[in-house]
């Protein structure tokens, strides 16, 4: 789900900082990591891997 904070209210808990800010969150809704700032493609997809099973 991508949610547009010029356009959407993030759930409570998801505070933000910087954008891009980036939630890694559970099937269940529960915020399992964040990641704040800009990365490259293959950097981002490295960090997303690690939550992939």
Avoid: W
């Avoid at 969150?25 to 939550?51: E, M, N, T, W």
Wanted: glycine share 12%.
């Amino acid at each position: 789900m991508v949610l547009d904070i010029d356009d959407h209210m993030l759930p409570e808990g998801f505070e933000y900082y910087a954008v891009p800010t980036f939630f890694i969150v559970d099937s269940h809704g529960k915020l399992l990591d964040r990641a704040v700032g800009g990365i490259d493609a293959r950097g981002f997809l490295g960090y997303l891997q690690r939550f992939v099973k």
